[in-house]
């Protein structure tokens, strides 16, 4: 997994590289209906389309909508359900202190990057603030399956 680069801009703005499909009209909807805070941090200017960031510096989560789905993987592929009963399925990965979350079986794909430094015991938290508003909006045309489920 390559790091996600964020900076600051010097207007506070936090330079985020968007996703190839971050023009689909989908990723606009999940912009849009993002919350102003996660995780206990306030929502940021970002300077890509289909993208959006929660505090500053080190300690800044961020959304990117639009990014390339994830095909069959090894990596830890978890099904993540709030308490309304609403399910994600996210692929997890971490490296250097950051902790990414990409959906599975869902186009456009959804990535959330999570420093350690926020939320070092659930850094999940953040794509469970944000399931209810990934399923309403992308549909699942797949789901994360283990050696378990194939026959």
């Given amino acids: 997994m390559g790091a996600l680069l964020v900076g600051l801009a010097a207007c506070g703005t936090v330079t985020v590289p968007a996703g190839p499909a ?34 500053s510096g080190e300690d800044t989560v961020v959304l990117r ?4 789905p994830p095909g069959p993987t090894t990596d830890a592929c978890t099904r ?30 959804v990535d959330i990057s999570v420093p350690r430094s926020v939320a070092p015991d659930q850094p999940s938290a953040a794509a469970l603030d944000m399931g209810r508003l990934v399923d309403a909006t992308i549909p699942a045309i797949d789901h994360c399956v283990g050696a378990g489920d194939v026959s």
């Fill in 22 to 55: 971050a023009s689909d009209p989908l990723c606009a909807e999940i912009v849009l209906g993002a919350p102003h805070q996660m995780l206990g941090l306030e929502r940021t200017e970002t300077s890509s389309q289909g993208t959006v960031a929660w505090g």
């Fill in 65 to 68: 909508c639009g990014v390339e």
């Fill in 80 to 109: 993540l359900e709030d308490p309304s009963g609403v399910q994600v399925d996210w692929i997890v990965r971490e490296q250097d202190g950051i902790v990414l979350l990409t959906t599975y079986g869902r186009v456009p794909a």
